[in-house]
């Protein structure tokens, strides 16, 4: 189970307990609070009331080894504040994380949830099975009934309307569009950045990502545009949809429905769609079901899950998963100077690539080629080359053409390569990707580190130990040791042998002229 957080104490509900009941039938979980600002208010007076446990440090400590990694204690004691409707949430949705997810899942966070699969069996299919898909959550699940669960279109249309699931799914009035989408939470990888300099440890919950928190899935649903067709059409002024979500979310001492937004001009691209079938079977709850958007080539933020509400406006969002997280800041902004204007706000993602096997500090027996495998994304076009180093980025090869999964507008490639290795000991290994529009990665973590510890898209590095049986005293070792019944790994235990006899060591010295000159 959960790892104890230290500085938690048992949750002790402070005065009355709150009750905000429940918005619609059918609809559990789901708690109004945009439409309803005395609502808001009332939870934030609430939530004064408390001293909530701080998160761990865990940036400048080592990651506890368990699974869940991280507990979200103060995350789920945001959720026990909030009395009934909220408060078993936690629960309810570790019971969807073992229902719908492998059992072998890396939980980076177990509330809200957030999880990547183990890192060899990402790549292995270009398309991602729905139970290894990651998982971003900012809250809990809503559970919804299908049959109950409607879809607000509001603000800057012609005709706003309320759509049912069933008129949405109705191909007689919607068109069906089905796509193969990647989708990449902008914390991918954040891990790398972590080590090297800490970040912003309060607001993001800095969830420590591997290389996992991609995904692609073929998503069937209807795309945005022919809905807002169907509402007549944008009015005037309609520059941006905003999207919002069930769960709710808690930001400095605030409550919030999960809410984001993207400019039309991605709608119109037939860019944005709605979706409730992931990988040919129904929405998974955890990834959002009944319904969700699925935005291509932008940071996973944007495709909210439980959407009900669709709302086109003037300007970008002022909802703070829009204006005020996924900010990428440059390397001499932060705690000290940081504003939400003086920042990039991500929404393509750049492209950037991982190794996913062999993973760092593998020890590895090879005849002078070591397979290696991983993936490789751009928001904004296609992979069209992946480049890999065996020496910390001198030399490149090129992933064959015929080693790389097939092209997609808005999906990642899977590649492998058998990779010349000569030298022995401990190397660096690098990958890099180049889009269709030349673009490609920053050289090292550093020369990207940004406060948020957002987009870690660097070339990806891991650190390796090679082991070449096509030497010839790296032969006779592993057959000796194999004929002595030992194993060389890991390198890390002393050799219960002899490194050479003492006549060997003789034989070896006089053809060596001894140790010291003669004269
Ligand atoms: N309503 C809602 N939508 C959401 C989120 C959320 O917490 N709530 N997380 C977002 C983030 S940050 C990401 S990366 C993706 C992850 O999608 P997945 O969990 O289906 O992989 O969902 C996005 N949509
Ligand atoms: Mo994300």
Known sequence: MAPAEPNAKPFQQQGEVPNFPEELPGWHGYVEWEKYPEKKKAAARILAKYEFPLPPEFQFKPLPDTNPILEGVRWKYYHYAMGPTLKDLPDIS???????????????????????????????????????????????????NPNDFFL??????????????????????????????????????????????????????????????????????????????????????????????????????????????????????????LAWEMNGEPLPKIHGAPLRAVVFGYIGARSVKWLYEVKVIGAPSMAPVQMKEYIYYTPQIGKQNAKYSNGFSIQTMPVSSAIMTPLSHDQIIHDGHIKLTGWAYSGS??????????????????????????????????????????????????????????????????????????????????????????????????KLLEEKGLSILPITQPLEIDLESNEEYLEEMAKREGRDPLE
């Not at 296609?382 to 490149?396: A, K, L, T, Y």
Request: glycine share 8%; net charge positive.
């Open 152 to 273: 607000d279109i509001t603000g800057l249309v012609n005709n706003p309307k309320r759509i049912t699931l069933k008129e949405l799914q109705d191909e007689s009035i919607f068109p069906r569009q089905s796509t193969v989408v990647t989708l990449q939470c902008s914390g991918t990888r954040r891990i790398e950045q972590i080590h090297e300099y800490p970040g912003d440890g309060d607001e993001l919950i800095n969830a420590p990502w591997g290389e996992g928190a991609i995904g692609t899935a073929r998503w069937t649903g209807v795309s945005l545009k022919k809905v807002i067709k169907y509402c007549g059409g944008l009015k005037d002024g309609g520059h941006h949809l905003e999207f919002y979500g069930a769960d709710t979310y808690f930001k400095k001492g605030q409550v919030y429905n999960y809410a984001v937004s993207v400019p039309v001009r991605k709608m119109k691209l037939n860019e944005v769609m």
């Open 381 to 478: 076009g296609w992979p069209e080359r992946v480049e890999v180093s065996g020496d910390g980025g001198s030399i490149w090869y090129e992933v064959p053409y015929d080693k790389m999964s097939r092209k997609y507008f808005h999906a990642w490639r899977t590649w492998e390569i058998d990779l010349p290795v000569d030298a022995e000991g401990g190397l660096e290994f690098v990958v890099r990707a180049w889009d269709n529009a030349l673009n490609t990665q920053p050289t090292y973590v550093r020369s990207a580190w940004n406060w948020d510890l957002h987009v870690t898209s660097s070339c990806h590095r891991i650190k390796i130990y090679s082991i070449n049986r096509s030497k010839p005293l790296t032969a006779k070792r592993l």
């Open 94 to 144: 570790w019971k969807y994380v073992l229902k719908e997810k492998s059992q072998d899942m890396i939980h980076v966070l177990q509330f809200p949830y957030n999880g990547e699969p183990p890192r060899d069996r990402l790549v292995k299919t270009e398309i991602t099975p729905n139970a290894d898909y990651f998982v971003r959550n900012h809250g809990g699940i809503p559970e919804i």
